[in-house]
């Protein structure tokens, strides 16, 4: 099948080079020309784990092309992708001006029958708001349909669940047009689920608002544990191997972050209340979040002595919204990061891959080379990302190196006992501190 996929993002980028391998023809469209000149000489915008071997085999084998000629693109295409940005606005509801502007570009180039996909994670009724926008901007009175198809991905990881995803949802206004998706996605054979558009919009804010409360629900059991004197770890392993609740996503820790929960639940949030409905237990999800970095914040001023970090050194260790990924959107070092230098704290900070996305956040802090060059000198360790290299740090050449034995885990990846053995101050999340 020919395919133009509109937004050569995370989504867009992987969902283009996995149909290119599984032997389509896919050009992938940005109207950032620099990020299409790069990924035309072969630099990847982005980490992910396989991308770059991917995207170089398919460019290789002439079925995947990078272009920021979104007519040309979508003239020769069968189906379009739309899989551009979805920002949150101030008040929290979506902004829908690049699916707007990627939906006039396919209207301009209209030629002949298509199927036009909604990848971006956008609110019920876009669907319609897509359908709308072309047939108001094309130019001549060719047919098409408007299919929701939600993408479920997660950074880190994003080719493995491209191509073993755990279900495709498929929203489309008829069977015959759901056919056309379903061949394309047969060859992963996985799961596939046919809804009308509107059910296919909610199912994935739905999904990711009942993720986002199983982890906002975990670190309120968390710090339900600290006062009461029970470990959340253990807890919520008891919890976790109940086969009606299951152990993913819920772990006690800093809370969400990236750029999909926070947005994504504050806009159902929004929805819900255009509609009438307050939501209550989402909007105690959206604030549980909000509060746990601040606690997380009192923790290490309590236990550097006060408000005034004059004259300490803090190393931070983890800098990405999560581990396996660049992504620096809303991850809770920038709030922790922030607060430091706010309290004059010197900031030494370290993270495997996404040090350079931040530089340009916080352009004045020193960046280590590893956790031990952070380490040296600091009054405290904060574990702020769980990257698998901070869970077997030497203790031992640490506590040579701090100037203090201290160390806040903002996501438990430590055994307390164990720090504790050699020599540490230890506070991590819902768990009795030892000192
Ligand atoms: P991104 O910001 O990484 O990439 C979006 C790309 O679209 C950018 O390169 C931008 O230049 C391009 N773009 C914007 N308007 C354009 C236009 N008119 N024509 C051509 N290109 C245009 O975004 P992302 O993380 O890939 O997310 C895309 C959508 O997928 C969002 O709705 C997001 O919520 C959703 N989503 C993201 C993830 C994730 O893990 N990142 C997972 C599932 C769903």
């Known amino acids: 099948m020919n395919i133009c996929v509109i937004g050569t993002g995370y ?42 071997e991917m995207v170089a085999r398919n460019v290789a084998d002439g079925r995947l092309q990078f272009s920021t000629d979104l007519e040309a693109a979508v003239t020769k295409a069968e189906v379009v992708f739309i899989a551009v940005g979805t920002p949150p606005r101030e008040d929290g509801s979506t902004d829908l001006s690049y699916v707007e502007d990627a939906a006039k570009g396919v209207a301009r180039a209209l030629n002949s029958y298509k199927v036009i996909v909604n990848k971006s994670t956008v609110p019920v009724g876009t669907g319609d708001f897509v359908r709308q926008v ?33 279900r495709i949802v498929i929203g489309a206004p008829n069977r015959v047009v759901a056919m056309r998706l379903l061949e394309l996605y ?93 939501f209550p237990l989402l909007k105690a999800t959206i604030e549980t979040n909000e509060e746990q970095p601040r606690r997380f914040i ?59 996305n931040t530089r340009s956040v916080f352009p004045h802090i020193t960046y280590g080379a590893n956790a031990y060059e952070v380490a040296a000198g600091a009054d405290a360790l904060v574990v702020v990302t769980e990257w698998n290299e901070f869970k077997t740090l030497n203790f031992e050449r640490l506590a040579s190196i701090m100037n203090r034995r201290l160390i806040l885990d903002g996501r438990n990846i430590y055994d307390p006992e164990t720090v504790r053995r050699n020599g540490f101050e230890y506070h991590s999340i819902g768990r009795v501190t030892l000192a």
Do not use: W
């Not at 094309?138 to 299919?147: E, I, S, T």
């Not at 809804?195 to 296919?200: E, F, L, P, Q, Y």
């Not at 990405?320 to 607060?339: C, G, H, Q, W, Y």
């Open 11 to 52: 989504v867009g980028l992987v969902t283009g080079v996995v149909f290119s391998d599984l032997g389509n023809d896919v050009v992938c469209v940005d109207k950032l020309s620099a990020k299409i000149d790069g990924l035309n000489k072969g630099v990847m915008p982005i980490y992910e784990p396989g991308l770059e």
């Open 298 to 356: 009192r923790k290490i001023h309590d236990a550097l002595g006060g408000d005034d970090l004059k004259g300490l050194t803090v190393g931070v260790l983890g800098l990405a919204f999560k581990p396996n990924t660049d992504d620096m959107r809303e991850a809770k070092s920038l709030d922790v990061i922030t607060d430091l230098l706010a309290c004059g704290a010197t900031v030494k900070a370290y993270d495997p891959i996404a040090i350079e």
């Open 134 to 166: 072309i047939m108001t901007n094309r130019r001549r009175a060719v047919d098409f349909d408007v299919v929701s198809n939600p993408e479920f991905l997660r950074e880190g990881s994003a080719i493995t669940d491209t191509l073993v995803p755990d």
């Open 186 to 278: 047969a060859p992963l054979e996985r799961p596939m689920i046919i809804t009308d558009v509107a059910s296919a919009e909610m199912i994935k804010y739905a999904s990711n608002a009942f993720l986002a409360t199983k982890i906002s629900f975990a670190n309120a059991v968390a710090n339900i544990c600290e006062e009461a004197g029970a470990d959340v770890t253990q807890v919520v392993k008891g919890m976790g191997l109940d086969s009606r609740i299951g152990a993913a996503f819920l772990s006690a820790g800093l809370g969400y972050g990236g750029s999909c929960f926070p947005k994504d639940t504050r806009s159902l949030l929004h929805t819900a209340q255009t509609f009438g409905y307050d």
